[in-house]
């Protein structure tokens, strides 16, 4: 069997800023940051970092409260995505979609709840947990919830792979459709992070951002001489992907087509990322994709503003796009909405499908001053628009050494 | 503790279920309580009387079965702190 071509014909998502997909994707051009300072009350010691949190955030007009007394919130901002994203695709709410199914990415599930749980018990002086602790806890809860709500009944997988895990979720719902074993994923991801624990253990390993309230919205300054380091977010994202005659058949409006998807492993370290496994996935997703490295328009890059990542992520580019390397635009979104960890992978492929679909590049924001390790690829401080861009990549590489690339081609016909 | 109010009103908040229906022949499965939102009852009554129902106790049926078995476990505890 031919491998089958796949379209996006939906997208999703729960935006740190309140307000619609487009409206997102519009603030993204415009460099605006999501990112605002976040202090809590926790005793002793509340925490005080810069963070992106989705604070209109109001899922009970979308999912009906007896349902959402069962999720935890990284479910809860799931469900709203993927609902929205198979809404934007047309596709009609059925009990059953025997050939649709669900892939999802979440690097830490309901940690919440088991956050709250700890304090209930240790804390409160409680002895028991509700049943619905279980439930709310799981990794694919927000999977299976998904597949519940549109009657999914192809598949129900979740992958946590870090930062890479909605990336992965994508790039694994491509391979099904394109290798005939469904017609519709509905793939993206959520996370919920800013746990106490969770902050806490980031604030360990040196890599978050600081930031006080003047200044927190520039706190993710990816590929800047002085960055800090990342900016924790909440989020989530979905892409509806099709098969490309379904779509067709339907009369669906197709937004991009996704054409490749590279995967590897560094297998050399827990946290240091490494080029050579960067190179190698880059170079799947481009044979995949059928394209030499020229047809590259764009690359939405990891870029986390970590001393170490960036710098990294540059090389590999370097190695794979050679002397193309200086003409490639590479933009780090995360400047603007932070890094939301399993999310991640599907909020910068939403962005890279939205730059295809409009022909409009966002910018890495807050690059003022270019650190020379991070040099010789063309970075984007200001949107470009009407660059005739037809092709694009969306990088996430993920403690583990796990590496995800997916790529992207603007929507054509024939 | 008035335990059929309870059961109605964790059913309205839960299931949006009309509380009328909530009598004591009514089957649990008819009002829509399944396995899972059973526990989430036991729990709640646990909660509200302190006590833990031991989990070989027979599965009730109708809200009377769950009713008798909340009287047997609740008032013994209250019976005990008297």
């Known amino acids: 069997m031919m491998p089958r071509r796949v379209a996006i014909t939906g997208l999703g998502m729960v935006s740190p800023f ?93 940690t919440l709840v088991f956050e709250k749980s700890y304090r209930d018990l240790w804390l409160n002086g409680q002895e028991r947990l509700p049943p619905t ?11 299976a919830h998904i597949g519940i709500a549109l009657g999914l009944g192809n598949s129900c997988l979740t992958y946590t792979v870090a930062c890479a895990s909605a990336a992965v979720a994508i790039g694994e719902a491509f391979h099904r459709i394109r290798h005939g074993d469904a017609d519709i994923m509905l ?51 979905a892409l509806v992907l099709e098969d490309w005659d379904h779509a067709m058949a339907r009369g669906a409006a197709i937004l991009a087509e996704m054409v490749g998807y590279g995967a590897s492993c560094d297998h050399t370290h827990l946290v240091r990322p490494e080029e050579h496994g960067q ?46 390397a200086e003409h490639l635009a590479v933009s780090a979104t995360k400047s603007m909405h932070g890094h939301a960890m399993g999310a991640t992978g599907a909020i910068e492929a939403l962005i890279t499908v939205l ?35 037809s092709a694009a990549l969306c990088s996430a590489f993920a403690f583990g050494g796990s590496n995800a690339v997916l790529a992207f081609k603007a929507f054509n016909p024939v | 503790m ?49 006590v833990s129902i031991p989990t070989d106790t027979q599965t009730p049926d109708t809200v009377q079965d769950l009713l008798d078995m909340v009287e047997r476990f609740c008032n013994r505890t209250e019976s005990r702190a008297r």
């Not at chain 1, 007009?61 to 469900?79: E, K, N, Y």
């Not at chain 1, 706190?219 to 994202?237: D, I, S, T």
């Open chain 1, 18 to 110: 309140g307000g619609s997909t487009q409206d997102f994707f519009q603030r993204m051009l415009a460099g605006e940051s999501a990112v605002t300072h976040y202090e809590t009350d926790d005793k002793p010691h509340g925490l005080s970092l810069p963070a992106v949190r989705c604070t209109q955030f109001e899922p009970t007009d979308r999912i009906p409260r007896p349902v959402l007394g069962t999720m935890d919130r990284f479910a809860q901002l799931g469900m709203v995505a993927a609902l929205e994203a198979w809404d934007h695709a047309g596709l009609a709410r059925s009990a059953d979609n025997p050939a649709a199914g669900v892939a999802w990415g979440t690097a830490l599930g309901g």
């Open chain 1, 133 to 143: 602790a279980v439930i709310k806890g799981m990794n694919n809860a927000a999977s």
């Open chain 1, 187 to 237: 793939a993206g991801g959520s996370d919920a992070p800013l746990a106490y624990g969770v902050v806490r253990a980031w604030e360990a390993m040196r890599v978050l951002a600081p930031g006080d309230v003047e200044t927190a919205y520039r706190a993710c300054r990816p590929f800047h001489a002085e960055r800090r380091g990342l900016v924790l977010a909440e989020g989530a994202a």
């Open chain 1, 279 to 324: 190179v190698r996935a880059l170079r799947q997703a481009l044979d995949q994709a059928g394209f030499a490295p020229e047809a590259i328009g764009y690359v939405n890059a990891h870029g986390t503003a970590t001393r170490e990542g960036d710098p990294t992520e540059i090389r590999a580019l370097k190695t794979v796009f050679g002397a193309q």
């Open chain 1, 355 to 389: 730059a295809l679909q409009q022909d409009a590049i966002p910018p890495t924001a807050h690059l003022g001053i270019i650190d020379p390790l991070c040099a010789g690829v063309r970075h984007i401080t200001h949107a470009q628009r009407g660059t005739g861009l």
């Open chain 2, 2 to 50: 008035d335990s059929i109010q309870l059961i109605r009103d964790f059913l309205t908040e839960r299931t949006q279920t009309d509380p009328n229906r909530v009598t004591p022949e009514a089957r649990l499965d008819a009002l829509g309580i399944d396995s899972f939102t059973l526990l989430e009852l036991i729990f709640e009554f646990e909660e509200r009387c302190g």
